[in-house]
C-alpha cells in the first residue's frame, strides 16, 4: 500500500508541508508506504492542450503525453492507493504549480462523455489539504469556498473520493517584525501556532490514517 503526498508550496518547513507530512506519518502508523513530492522542485508546465490523452484507441488515450519531470511522478500517482495534495490559497486558489499539477494529473483521465466519467482504473481515497492566512468566517466572505470545493470535487470525480482539510489563519512568519505586515496581530499568530496548529496536525495525522486504512 503507498500513499503519497504531493505539496503545492515553495516552502519546504511551513504549515502546508507539515500538515502532509502529519498525513503521511498517520498513513505510516497503519502500515502504509509513503512519499512526499515537492512541486516547486520539479520543472513542468501545465496542460499543453495537446489532446493526446483523448484519443480514441490509442496507446496515449488516458495518459499525459507531455514530457519532463512530471512524468514519472504521474507514473507513480497511476500506481498509489491514496493520493493527498496540498496548497496554501494563493489570490483564492491554490499556487501555480498545483494548479498545473492539476492539469496534468486530472485531465487525461476525464473523459469528453455525456456523464464527464473517468477513465482512472480503480477508486482509491484522496486528500486535499488547504492553509490560508485568514479565518474561516474571512475565507467565506471573500469567496474562497467554490475554489476549495471544486478541488475536491475534481478529485472525486476522477477518483472516487476525496477528503478535505482547511486549516485558518496560519501564521506565515518566524519574525513578523522584518516584514510589513501590519495588518496582522503577531502575538495572535503566534498563539494560533501554539496552540491551534498542533490541532490541525493532529488532524492531518487522522486523516492519513483513514486513507491508509480505506486503501487497505
Request: charged share 20%.
Amino acid at each position: 500500500m503507498k500513499v503519497i503526498a504531493f505539496n503545492g508550496s515553495p516552502r519546504k518547513n511551513w504549515n502546508t508541508a507539515a500538515l502532509l507530512q502529519n498525513a503521511l506519518d498517520g498513513a505510516v502508523s497503519a502500515g502504509a508506504e509513503t512519499k512526499l513530492v515537492h512541486l516547486y522542485d520539479l520543472k513542468f508546465r501545465g496542460c499543453t492542450s495537446c489532446f493526446s490523452c483523448k484519443l480514441t484507441g490509442s496507446k496515449s488515450l488516458g495518459k499525459c503525453a507531455s514530457q519532463d519531470d512530471l512524468t514519472p511522478i504521474l507514473a507513480e500517482a497511476a500506481e498509489a492507493d491514496a493520493l493527498i495534495l496540498g496548497s496554501p490559497i494563493y489570490f483564492a486558489g491554490v499556487t501555480g504549480e498545483m494548479k498545473s499539477f492539476m492539469e496534468r494529473l486530472l485531465f487525461p483521465y476525464l473523459q469528453y462523455d455525456v456523464a464527464y466519467s473517468s477513465l482512472f482504473p480503480r477508486k482509491i481515497p484522496t486528500a486535499f489539504i488547504h492553509t490560508m492566512n485568514v479565518g474561516e468566517a474571512e475565507m467565506v466572505e471573500r469567496g474562497y469556498l467554490p475554489s476549495l470545493t471544486n478541488n475536491a470535487g475534481f478529485m472525486q470525480r476522477i477518483f472516487g473520493a476525496c477528503e478535505t482539510l482547511n486549516s485558518y489563519d496560519t501564521c506565515q512568519f518566524n519574525d513578523y517584525t522584518k516584514v510589513e505586515a501590519s495588518r496582522f496581530d503577531a502575538q495572535k499568530k503566534a498563539a494560533r501556532r501554539r496552540d491551534i496548529f498542533p490541532e490541525d496536525c493532529r488532524k492531518a495525522f487522522a486523516l492519513g490514517a483513514r486513507l491508509a486504512t480505506g486503501a487497505a
